[in-house]
């Protein structure tokens, strides 16, 4: 076949395979917007290799050019060599470094997108009503234009009235229509002073729309766009006003607005559609941070509505809601009404898991740090807020409240928190498990000298017999740094009191350790709680674990601290009973000592045998002369100490105990104990030749 034969057939059956139409209608809208979105997102400043000068290097060389008036836009120097007198005075120009290329392409993408909405509410007002009326499907009361209608009969209110309407939308319509038509009917409502404070069209809108978000109409872009257009709008003009609404007239619009989209976004989800992502949360939430009326309140309804799969992508907007509260709080004059404002503010908060969101908590903190030498803003209120709103949220520990704490006290310059305010933040932390919470309040208001009230306060919880919260107390201001306070407050409990325990307390404070006074104080008033004495309940063997656990107290004093007395080898009838008790006393003393001490992770094994057989030694001359078995269980731990570490075992504290052994309980005790031992020690020794 000839090769234009070949060709003209080939064309031929390419004519007969393609499509008819080979192009699909889009709509204008869709157009627009993705252009738009194109020509923000992805335009890009490169500069390539090349002879040619470089954008910033044509910026350079005109701006060299300007300073030195040599060029104004034009090829040839503005003023004549004769007129330099009249050049501009260049001392009084400023030097401004240049912008970075993405604070340039950001400011670019702000202006395309006000340019863009403000170009369009320009054209919407300067449009006639029959024209909106055909883009959108409105159903005005009235079958006239604005223009045929005389100005004193629109503005009446019975005509603004009759043009209230239903507005529907359907799958076709645009955001911009949305836009469109809620500025519309907000025009409306402005053009008399009756409807300007009530709003019947715009009311209307606001129904419409949350009923469109129900019905899963709108999704999260499209939701974005018309709260922003709206919001861009209302700082337009409106028809019939010289000026733009003020603010809080704008705030009010704005309040309806996202209040009908926050019911709208929940109703779709509580209907079983859950395609809306978090896009259009995060928007309402912005939109909520810009507010200055009633934003807590909007702010707890959105959060309290907002879907779980959702919680994770909204922290863009929790963070800006965070922000503008502490902006506000550094603005407020009343401690109450602040404390009153933490409070409502932490009720949203909680239903947010800050703990998984550490980024929040830590631009929180550098935002309130920012304003440490702010003039506008009080910094000692917008610390306190912060730190009170911590306190609030069971998602916050105590040890990163403190973290934050010392962080926002830094500083020579800086006043430290107050002690009520520190009273007040555990008692926050705590509200839960704390009795009498209002008298505590009180106590803390009346008290005028700020020094006492962390004695107060302790005492108040000590009267009221919750002394775990006392030691909470402790131990949150020993991680705040305030030792001198703790070690104040062990010293005034422990002459507050007076029992058998303050010798052992007074051993902790001597010893560095006020926590731990507090703590042994603490479990001898839990004793008291039951029938029997203290030494013996198992309290006091808690408070003598916890006294030889402590490094910096030398062990030897413990004894001395029991304060053991002389035992009497004879009991005489007429005092039998009273020797009886105290003899009963000093040898749970002495058998609890040395059980502590062979137990203690802080004593040595040479050290603990010491001890312990001091102990045994001061039993030996009871009247009896019987050991309890629980001296002898401490030595029997302290002589296979070795032994449970792998060692082959002291033999001269194994003979020992053996021969203590067979004077207390007997030769077959003795000798049972005693093959036990030596097949441990066998089995050490077969584990170290294999090793």
């Known amino acids: 076949m000839p090769p234009a034969l070949a060709s003209q057939c080939h064309r031929a059956a390419h004519r007969h395979l393609s499509l008819q139409n ?40 005109t701006g060299k050019r300007r300073m030195g008036e040599l060029s104004l836009g034009q090829s040839y120097s503005a003023s004549p060599p004769w007129g330099l007198e009249n050049l501009p005075d260049l001392t009084q120009w400023q030097w401004m470094p240049p912008s970075s290329p993405d604070a340039r392409l950001q400011r670019q993408a702000e202006n395309t997108r006000k340019w863009s909405l403000a170009r369009a509410m320009r054209n919407l007002l300067s449009e006639p009503a029959p024209e909106l009326s055909n883009t959108t499907d409105i159903d005005l009361g009235l079958s006239v234009s604005l223009d045929g209608v005389d100005d004193n009969i629109a503005r009446t209110p019975e005509a603004v009235e009759q043009s209230v309407s239903n507005t529907t939308w359907h799958a076709q319509s645009t955001p911009l229509e949305v836009i469109n038509t809620g500025l519309y009917l907000l025009s409306q409502d402005l053009l008399s002073d009756i409807t300007t ?13 949350k009923d469109s978000l129900a019905s899963g109409l709108f999704v999260g872009e499209a939701v974005c766009s018309v709260l922003d257009g709206i919001h861009c709008g209302l700082n337009i003009p409106q028809s019939g006003t010289a000026e733009p609404l003020d603010r809080t007239a704008t705030d009010k619009i704005n309040l309806n607005l996202l209040e009908a989209s926050i019911l709208g976004l929940s109703s779709h989800v509580d209907h079983g559609h859950g395609h809306f992502d978090s896009i259009a949360w995060n928007t ?38 965070l922000c503008a509260y502490l902006t506000a709080s550094g603005c407020a004059s009343k401690r109450s009404l602040l ?22 908590l830590e631009i929180g903190t550098q935002y309130v740090l920012m304003h440490k030498e702010s003039k506008d803003l009080d910094y000692g209120r917008m610390r306190l807020c912060w730190v009170q709103l911590l306190a609030r949220l069971p998602s ?120 731990v006074a507090v703590d042994i104080l603490s479990l001898y008033e839990k004793s008291r709680a039951g029938s029997s004495d203290f030494w013996e309940s198992n309290f006091s063997t808690e408070a003598l674990k916890i006294l030889t656990r402590c490094q910096s107290i030398r062990q030897n004093k413990v004894l001395s601290a029991l304060h053991l007395k002389y035992l009497p080898r004879e009991m005489r009838r007429h005092r039998g009973i009273r020797v009886c008790r105290h003899l009963r006393s000093e040898i749970l003393k002495t058998s609890k000592a040395a059980m502590a001490f062979a137990v203690s992770p802080v004593i040595s094994s040479r050290t603990s045998f010491k001890l312990i057989w001091q ?54 005790k003795m000798v049972q104990i005693g093959l036990a031992i030596k097949r441990w020690r066998e089995i050490n020794r077969r584990r170290r030749e294999v090793a």
């Open 284 to 321: 309402v939430l912005q939109r909520i941070s810009e507010l200055q009326i009633n934003s807590i309140r909007v702010f707890t309804e959105a959060m309290a509505h907002t879907p779980e799969c959702h919680l994770g992508g909204i922290s863009a907007g929790v963070q800006a809601n």
């Open 197 to 209: 404070k009530t709003r019947p069209n715009f009311a209307n809108f606001c129904n419409a729309w």
């Open 339 to 360: 404390i009153r404002q933490v409070s409502k503010m932490a009720k949203p908060l909680k239903r947010f898991d800050l703990a998984n969101h550490q980024h929040i």
């Open 615 to 668: 102990c045994i030694n001061y039993l030996r001359k009871s009247p009896n002369a019987v050991i309890p078995a629980i001296a002898l269980r401490a030595l029997l731990h302290n002589v296979t100490r070795d032994l449970a570490e792998g060692g082959p075992g002291r033999t001269t504290r194994l003979r020992s105990f053996l021969y203590l052994l067979h004077q207390q309980a007997g030769r077959d």
């Open 396 to 515: 916050i520990d105590e040890s990163y409240l403190a973290e934050v704490c010392s962080i926002l006290e830094a500083g020579k310059e800086l006043r430290p928190l107050s002690n009520r305010s520190i009273c007040e933040m555990y008692l926050a932390k705590h509200f839960s498990s704390i009795k009498d919470v209002v008298k505590l309040h009180q106590t803390l208001q009346e008290s005028r000298d700020d020094s006492k009230r962390f004695g107060l306060f302790a005492l108040s919880l000590w009267r009221t017999e919750q002394f775990d919260h006392v030691k909470g107390l402790c131990n949150f201001l020993e991680k705040l740094g305030r030792t001198q306070d703790v070690l104040r407050l062990a010293k005034g409990l422990r002459n507050l009191v007076k029992n058998e325990a303050v010798p052992l307390a007074s051993l902790a404070i001597g010893g560095g350790q006020p926590i």
């Open 22 to 61: 080979d192009s699909i209608w889009v709509p204008e809208a869709l157009l627009a917007a993705a252009f738009e979105r194109y020509c923000v997102t992805s335009r890009t400043i490169t500069r390539r290799g090349s002879s040619v000068p470089g954008p910033m290097e044509s910026r350079r060389r």
